[in-house]
């Protein structure tokens, strides 16, 4: 099986910063796209910023300019740095891998979420 372990939530006063981690580990042949979504409480998830392995990411309009998303290959973590924060970047963060396992079948996972709350 495979585990997406995050960090990195907590309570930031508006202008913020945050970053959260996402470790992939278990039974990994590799992975294509490794990502974030949110989801505010009444609202459906949305991906925040996502990156393949050859390092092309993506970023949603709301966050432009200020979440960066990075990647260690190696060690099988991808980054979300949050910069500038504000109150309607309150959610619980999820981490998602695309990933192709051992026995060579491609699956997505979910992390187990953590929480962001932007408020003073």
């Known amino acids: 099986q495979v585990q997406l372990v995050e960090s990195g939530g907590g309570l930031v006063q508006p202008g913020g910063s945050l970053r959260l981690s996402c470790a992939a580990s278990?039974?990994?042949?590799?992975?294509?796209?490794m990502g974030w979504y949110r989801q505010a409480p009444g609202r459906q998830r949305e991906l925040v910023a996502s990156?393949?392995?050859?390092?092309?990411?993506y970023s949603a309009d709301s966050v432009k300019g200020r979440f960066t998303i990075s990647r260690d290959n190696a060690r099988k973590t991808v980054y979300l740095q949050m910069n500038s924060l504000k109150p309607e970047d309150t959610a619980v963060y999820f981490c998602n891998a695309d990933v192709l396992t051992s026995d060579r079948l491609r699956r997505a996972f979910w992390g187990q979420g953590t929480q962001v709350t932007v408020s003073s």
């Open positions: 278990g039974s990994i042949f590799s992975i294509f796209v």
């Open positions: 990156t393949t392995s050859g390092g092309s990411t």
